[in-house]
Each structure stands twice: as structure tokens, then as C-alpha cells.
């Protein structure tokens, strides 16, 4: 590893003064290439990176106070979403993608998380397996986050380093945890934040690991080890991370419903990389056009499925990318306005001394040597389900809730008439007169953002 020029004591020092050089991650290359490497290392003290996306595989674990008399809960229902009570006597676990018993909602575990940040008052049902010391058979009650004693956001995997992009070849519409895929090629769905990505930032795990502080959900977490399917060998690291749900802001915890897949949670992730040397300095100053993606058909019904073709991260961002000579639309699963608003805002943080780095105790592992479940291919079975595209006469128009949209883009790629678009800010926009109100987007948005109407 390279020798460092600075330790995190050092640049922990000058944050408490008031003096550390912080900037976001998209701004290091010019830095870079207007200083070079080893002048911007002895400049730059810290780059805050941003990730705001779909992240399944995200959870929170409550604790109840005892009731009177006391009671063992095993059936939890919170608004109708079941929660794991097996935990212990009083503890519970909401997982994301649970979907709630009540069938005709799209609302799920996430949706329940976001609700419970947010302060909203939440039904509460718990039945009881009576024991001598837990006698308690059944209670209900309404309850707010103030009402539990602990509430843990605690996410198995989250900030895959990168993700690779979906499209599909076949002759029907897919429906999967990328979103929509248009039949033949007409569309491709990616993911992640590109140069502010965290891990992309630090792809060696020099600075970050077990212990280390970091933006999450719009308070502070920690990460406490690598993520669940941590694949470092090809560059798809992944993170564990944890923190007080009391503290988070409901901005950066969305719930969200994927047709045909189920709910997701949109959680808001910034990591500070502080630059200790040179190296790092280069890492950090990685532009888009240097992010290389997969795009994956997943209309083959295999768990390895084939690689179309490889671009880059600026490629995607323009919108368009070509499949077989064919110009076919690309759109986000992230909202790179919300990313580049979680690093702005954990640089504001750092500059006026209201978060300071940590050394990790124990670094990410860089080797890891991945194993693949095998399973009997043969009986994979892919839904069928087509979308029925009709253009409307109607005097209403498609509305945009300012309140739900979180300008993820899950929208733009499946218009069939380009009607949607990023401004210069990644800020949904409605062409009206382009609009059909087919209400396809309508169906496809994640958050409910969007709807026919006056």
C-alpha cells in the first residue's frame, strides 16, 4: 500500500478547526487534472461521495417495551406488514421487501420504514405463544417511532461498487427489480451514482470498513462489514450498514413498489474518502467515461446471463445507448439528483464540524472467492405479462407529485413516446406535447409519483 502523506487524525484535526478542503467526488477529476495527483493529495483532505437507489436487501429491528402482563410476541403486524418476531421476546425484524396482507396496496416493509421515520402513526397487532413467564396472548395498538425503544436501520447489502445494467431481447415486456424492460431491445435499466458512487471511490477499501462513519438515510451509520454477496474479485463489493432510525430523515428512506417484482427501499448513502495519499487521490478523480457497465439480457431464463454488450457510465447518462445499431433509451433505477445531494450535503456536515472520519478497525475483504448456489436451471420459470400500450383522446394530462417523485427515472426508458426527460439538474420533466397520456409511467413509477389528472 502506498505510503500516506496525512492520517485521518490529521484531517479530523482541521475539520474541528474549520480548515479541512472538502469536496464532492464529481469535482476531483478537474482537480485533479488541473493540480495532478500528488499536488490535489496534499490539497484535497476529503471527498464525499452519494448513492440514493432501489436497495432490497435493507431492514430494521425494533424493540418493544414489555407489556403488562408481559408477553411473547411471535405474530407481529405493523399497518398490515408482518415483521419476524422470533427475535426474542419483544423484538422484531421488518425486512424491505416484505409486502404487506393486504393485497390490493402496493405498500411493503419499506414504505413501513419510511412512514415510521417520517413520525406517522402506525397500527400495531401482536399475537403471543403464552408461556409461564410470558403469559400475554394478544394486544393492538396504535404507536409511533417515539413508542419503541430502539428502531435499527440494519441493511445486509447495500452501495454495490457497480451493478450491472438490464435490457431485453425477447418479445415481451419483463418485469423485474430493474424495472420494466420494453420487449426487443427498447430500453435499458442501470443503477448506481457512476463517479460518486462510494465504493467506486475507494475500489481497494483503503479507507473504508468495519467502524467507518458515514451519511446514512439523513442521519449517521456506520458500516459493520462487508455485504452480503461481497464479491470484491470483480469489483462488486457490497456493504453492511447500520444506524438509529430515531435520527434519519424520511428524505433519504423512500419506499418503493416495482410492478410485477414487489417493494424496495430507496436508502441514501454518502461516504466520506479522505485522501491520506496520492493514490487515492487518483481513485477518487474517476470520471464517468471511465466506468465501464455490463448490459445483461435478462430475458434468458439462467442465473449467468449473457452479457449484450459493455459501456461506459457516461454513455448510460446520455440517455441512449446502441444495441445492434439501434438507438435504444436508457434511464437510472437511482436519482442521481438526491446522490449528488446526499455528497453536498455530508460535505457540509464535515466543513462545519458536525462529523468527523473514523479509522475503520478492520478493512474490507479484498479476496473473496464467490460461490454461485446451483440450482436445477430447467425450472425457472419467468412470468408472462404483456403491456398493452393505448393512445387516450383525454383533456387530463399526467401530473408530477413534487411531494413523491424522487427523480429516480424509472419512468424515462419505458416511454414510448419520449415525453419524460432529465433537465440539467437530473430533474424529471413532462414534454406535454409529446405526451400521449397512455399511462404507461403512470403504472411503472416506483413511488406513485405520477397520475392522471386534471
Not at 475539520?15 to 469536496?23: D, E, L, S
Not at 421488518?94 to 396482507?101: E, H, L, M, N, V
Request: proline share 4%; hydrophobic share 35%; aromatic share 8%.
Amino acid at each position: 500500500m502506498e505510503k500516506n502523506i496525512k492520517t485521518i487524525e490529521e484531517i479530523n484535526e482541521k475539520i474541528k478547526r474549520g480548515k479541512a478542503v472538502v469536496v464532492t467526488a464529481d469535482m476531483m477529476s478537474e482537480i485533479v487534472e488541473e493540480l495532478g495527483a500528488k499536488e490535489a493529495a496534499k490539497k484535497i483532505d476529503v471527498v464525499t461521495t452519494g448513492t440514493f437507489g432501489a436497495m432490497c436487501s435493507s431492514g430494521a429491528i425494533l424493540n418493544f417495551g414489555h407489556t403488562d402482563p408481559p408477553m411473547k410476541m411471535t405474530e407481529v403486524y405493523l399497518n398490515n406488514v408482518p415483521a419476524y418476531g422470533y427475535l426474542a421476546a419483544v423484538d422484531v425484524f421488518i425486512g424491505a421487501a416484505q409486502p404487506s396482507t393486504t393485497k390490493s396496496i402496493q405498500y411493503g416493509g419499506a414504505h413501513l420504514i419510511e412512514d415510521l421515520v417520517a413520525g406517522k402513526k402506525i397500527n400495531f397487532l401482536a399475537y403471543g405463544s403464552p408461556t409461564d413467564c410470558y403469559p400475554g396472548k394478544q394486544i393492538q395498538s396504535v404507536i409511533t417511532i417515539d413508542d419503541v425503544n430502539q428502531a435499527i436501520l440494519i441493511n445486509p447489502r447495500n452501495a454495490y461498487q457497480r451493478y450491472n445494467a438490464a435490457t431485453n431481447s425477447s418479445k415481451r415486456t419483463l418485469y423485474t427489480y430493474m424495472g420494466m424492460l420494453i420487449p426487443n431491445f427498447g430500453n435499458v435499466k442501470y443503477s448506481t451514482s457512476g463517479s460518486l458512487s462510494p465504493l467506486i471511490n475507494d475500489p481497494d477499501y483503503e479507507t473504508i470498513g468495519i467502524g467507518t462513519r458515514i451519511f446514512l438515510g439523513g442521519g449517521i451509520g456506520y458500516i459493520i462489514g462487508e455485504g452480503t454477496q461481497h464479491n470484491p474479485g470483480t469489483q462488486f463489493g457490497t456493504l453492511m450498514v447500520k444506524g438509529d432510525l430515531k435520527q434519519m430523515n424520511s428524505k433519504y428512506l423512500k419506499g418503493a413498489t416495482f410492478k410485477g417484482y414487489g417493494t424496495s427501499l430507496f436508502v441514501g448513502i454518502g461516504i466520506p474518502i479522505p485522501i491520506l495519499n496520492e493514490g487515492l487521490a487518483k481513485k477518487t478523480a474517476i470520471k464517468n467515461e471511465n466506468i465501464m457497465v455490463n448490459i445483461i439480457d435478462y430475458s434468458i431464463p439462467k442465473l449467468d446471463r449473457p452479457v449484450v454488450k459493455q459501456v461506459s457510465y457516461k454513455e448510460l447518462l446520455s440517455g441512449f445507448v446502441e444495441i445492434n445499431g439501434k438507438k435504444v433509451k436508457a434511464s437510472p433505477n437511482t436519482s442521481l439528483r438526491i446522490s449528488k445531494e446526499i455528497a453536498n450535503e455530508l460535505k457540509s456536515w464535515i466543513e462545519n464540524g458536525k462529523f468527523l472520519l473514523t479509522e475503520p478497525i478492520e478493512r474490507l475483504p479484498i479476496e473473496r472467492k464467490f460461490k454461485q448456489f446451483k440450482v436445477n436451471k430447467e425450472k425457472l420459470l419467468l412470468r408472462e405479462e404483456n403491456i398493452q400500450i393505448q393512445n387516450k383522446t383525454l383533456k387530463n394530462k399526467i401530473n408530477k407529485d413534487e411531494n413523491l417523485c424522487i427523480d429516480c427515472g424509472a419512468c424515462i426508458s419505458v416511454c414510448p413516446v419520449d415525453a419524460l426527460y432529465f433537465d440539467e439538474t437530473y430533474t424529471l420533466q413532462i414534454d406535454y406535447n409529446l405526451c400521449t397520456k397512455c399511462e404507461i409511467c403512470t403504472k411503472i413509477c416506483v413511488r406513485g409519483a405520477l397520475a392522471l389528472g386534471d
